[in-house]
């Protein structure tokens, strides 16, 4: 199995950048690889995917502003974050899965077995 561990998150006013890392302890190139956040009463949802391969996809909502990456030699998976708004504000999870259905439906919750206890992003107006 693999562990993954998120840091990075903070405080930003409206329009500012933030980078979140997650660090796994294994290679990540042999898993899926997503991020995904969580508000206050609302579900988490998927906000950016890199399969194994390294293709990535993004949650429309994020699109054209947050950018996902991964340093196979660090085991690291990057989150570039952009042009943020408050409704990005969330706390946000790294997950893996070696599960085969993560390459159909990346940003989807069900495949991922592998999560991290998350990082807290805030953004102000």
């Known amino acids: 199995q693999v562990h993954v561990v998120e840091s990075g998150g903070g405080s930003v006013q409206s329009g500012g950048s933030l980078r979140l890392s997650c660090a796994a302890s294994?290679?990540?190139?042999?898993?899926?690889m997503g991020w995904f956040r969580q508000a206050p009463g609302k579900e988490r949802e998927g906000v950016a995917s890199m399969r194994s391969d390294g293709s990535t996809g993004y949650a429309i909502s994020v699109k054209g502003r947050f950018t996902i990456s991964r340093d196979n030699v660090k085991n690291t998976l990057y989150l570039q974050m952009n042009s943020l708004k408050p409704e990005d504000t969330a706390m946000y999870y790294c997950?893996?899965?070696?599960?085969?259905?993560?390459?159909?439906?990346?940003?989807?919750?069900?495949?991922?077995?592998?999560w991290g206890q998350g990082t807290q992003v805030t953004v102000s107006s």
């Open positions: 294994d290679t990540v190139n042999n898993y899926c």
């Open positions: 997950a893996a899965s070696r599960s085969g259905s993560c390459y159909n439906h990346p940003l989807s919750l069900y495949p991922y077995t592998y």
